[in-house]
């Protein structure tokens, strides 16, 4: 059997990280099977539809790594108002790709539904069905339709009547759910209500939708996250209806906070696009994620893997049934060992559009720049958890800085006198040492502080609030380096001449 899973996005926000996390697990279980991995657009929701919605989608999937081999073609998109799309059209045997351009599709296989006695119409207004439940709920009952139409004459609502399809949905016995990670799940057919299939616009709902599309586009496994379950048994006894085999379901845990509650905004960042802007690299986004809810065996302790080593080693059948944590802290973790990971030169192309963006470097970045920026990487790379923290943390090597207050001057356990002492004798070491390189700089001012009675972080705490004003730098002699002699000595003169307000 040749592998085809799909990831089905409607566009009408943000990528959330959570449902990603089903992509890479869909895409990597099509590169490990050699099957082919589809993407398809579920805009039938059209009073949320977004368009931009599209090319995020894209993009972040690109971005990530996660190419599709079939999807929407450049007609397709500008059709529903996506511009610009060259880049992302893909197109395929069986488009369309969204949803849109299928509805005579899902108009067919309602009426055949209808003609075979297994769903029905209904011409409820929204008025009546809200009175029933609101009669549901005052009996304490789960409110769902009360099937009113359900036993008209087939020729009581005329198909140009305003109205919507039902399936009928047997009254007694269960529904089975095979899944491949959970087992077989028992729904009681009493408990399913005759879910609405074709809307009184003329659009699919998302049952009927996705279960025609799965269908005609050969989709061979369907992954999802464990609170779409309750659909399963709907779609099964839809399958069943119109004869169709249904795919192999494969539902996954869901992604919790470390909180243990569903992963939301109130744990941080939860898109693609916010990850991204921060600046997290794709491959360790891709690491991380294929990590929730699987593992590559037991015992296992290696935790960095390669796309290639991903796709070898990956299991869709052994993913866990219990909720995965996402880990911030974990994250950051596996993301500052990419980032040690890199030559310096990928790491400097990486953090350039962060520096631009911050107005720090020029755009494009003149030759001269990034040849003092490559004196930058090896005092940054250690101390990056994210690409956005080198904003913060080179700030004052790009910017003028206030002078800090003469209290932040004073080293700890000294005097101001003496840390004022401690200032002038660095600053006349520093105006003469050749070449001014932070290897010519930093044995010099140990023995300084020695010969000051001051311990070597005295000095150099004073050295970093006097030239960064900020107790934390890049490493300081590299620091000196980058600013150049001239503005060191000028801030340093900016210091004394603050700190000798306090004698």
């Known amino acids: 059997m040749t592998v085809r899973v799909r990831f089905a996005p409607s566009p009408t926000g943000k990528l959330h990280i959570g449902g990603v996390r089903t992509v890479v697990f869909d895409w990597l279980f099509a590169r490990k099977m050699g099957g082919q991995f589809i993407l398809r657009i579920e805009d039938t929701d059209q009073k949320r539809y977004d368009p931009e919605a599209i090319i995020t989608i894209m993009d972040g999937l690109r971005w990530l790594g996660l190419q599709w081999d079939e999807g929407p073609g450049l007609e397709e998109l500008r059709r529903v108002g996506v511009q610009d799309a060259e880049e992302y059209a893909v197109g395929g045997p069986v488009g369309p790709y969204i949803q849109s351009g299928r509805l005579e599709l899902y108009r067919q296989a309602a009426e055949t539904l209808v003609t075979r006695g297994v769903a029905y119409r209904c011409n409820c207004s929204e008025e009546r069905l809200e009175?029933?439940?609101?009669?549901?709920?005052?009996?304490?009952?789960?409110?769902?339709?009360?099937?009113?139409?359900?036993?008209?004459?087939?020729?009581?609502?005329?198909?140009?009547?305003?109205?919507?399809?039902?399936?009928?949905?047997?009254?007694?016995?269960?529904?089975?759910v095979p899944d491949a990670i959970r087992g077989d799940v028992i729904f009681d057919n009493a408990t399913l209500d005759d879910l609405v299939l074709l809307k009184s616009d003329g659009f699919p709902t998302y049952h009927l939708a996705v279960v025609v599309d799965d269908h005609a586009m050969g989709i061979t496994h369907v992954t999802r996250d464990d609170r779409w379950i309750s659909t399963a048994p709907k779609h099964v006894l839809l399958y069943q209806a119109l004869g169709w085999e249904p795919p192999v379901f494969c539902h996954l845990p869901l992604v919790n906070g470390t909180d243990g509650r569903p992963l939301s905004k109130r744990h941080g960042s939860t898109s693609v696009d916010q990850f991204r802007e921060?600046?997290?690299?794709?491959?360790?986004?891709?690491?991380?994620?294929?990590?929730?809810?699987?593992?590559?065996?037991?015992?296992?302790?290696?935790?960095?893997?390669?796309?290639?080593?991903?796709?070898?080693?990956?299991?869709?059948?052994?993913?866990?049934?219990?909720?995965?944590?996402?880990?911030?802290?974990?994250?950051?973790?596996?993301?500052?060992?990419?980032?040690?990971?890199?030559?310096?030169?990928?790491?400097?192309?990486?953090?350039?559009p962060f520096w631009q963006r911050a107005g720090m470097v020029e755009d494009p970045c003149p030759e001269e720049m990034r040849a003092k920026l490559r004196v930058v990487i090896p005092l940054v790379r250690e101390r990056l958890k994210c690409l956005a923290d080198v904003v913060e943390l080179t700030g004052p090597l790009f910017r003028e800085i206030e002078t800090p207050p003469a209290e932040a001057l004073v080293a700890k356990k000294t005097t101001p006198q003496e840390s004022l002492e401690a200032l002038r004798r660095a600053r006349a070491?520093?105006?003469?040492?050749?070449?001014?390189?932070?290897?010519?700089?930093?044995?010099?001012?140990?023995?300084?502080?020695?010969?000051?009675?001051?311990?070597?972080?005295?000095?150099?705490?004073?050295?970093?609030?006097?030239?960064?004003?900020?107790?934390?730098?890049?490493?300081?002699?590299?620091?000196?380096?980058f600013l150049g002699r001239e503005k060191v000595l000028a801030r340093l003169d900016a210091a004394m001449e603050v700190l000798a307000t306090l004698m």
């Not at 044995?443 to 006097?466: E, I």
Request: charged share 25%; proline share 7%.
């Open 278 to 352: 921060q600046g997290y690299l794709p491959e360790a986004m891709l690491n991380f994620l294929a990590f929730l809810g699987w593992a590559p065996g037991e015992g296992e302790e290696q935790e960095i893997f390669s796309r290639e080593e991903l796709i070898e080693r990956f299991d869709l059948f052994r993913v866990n049934t219990a909720p995965a944590v996402f880990s911030y802290d974990k994250l950051d973790w596996m993301n500052g060992v990419y980032i040690r990971n890199l030559s310096e030169e990928d790491l400097l192309e990486r953090l350039l």
């Open 131 to 176: 009175r029933v439940r609101q009669e549901q709920r005052a009996r304490k009952l789960p409110p769902m339709y009360d099937r009113h139409c359900r036993d008209l004459p087939a020729d009581a609502i005329a198909p140009d009547e305003a109205h919507v399809i039902r399936l009928k949905v047997p009254l007694t016995g269960q529904t089975m």
């Open 429 to 481: 070491l520093l105006a003469e040492i050749e070449p001014f390189e932070a290897e010519a700089m930093e044995q010099p001012l140990r023995d300084l502080a020695n010969a000051l009675g001051l311990k070597a972080g005295q000095l150099f705490g004073t050295l970093r609030w006097a030239t960064t004003n900020q107790p934390v730098s890049p490493p300081l002699f590299g620091s000196f380096e």
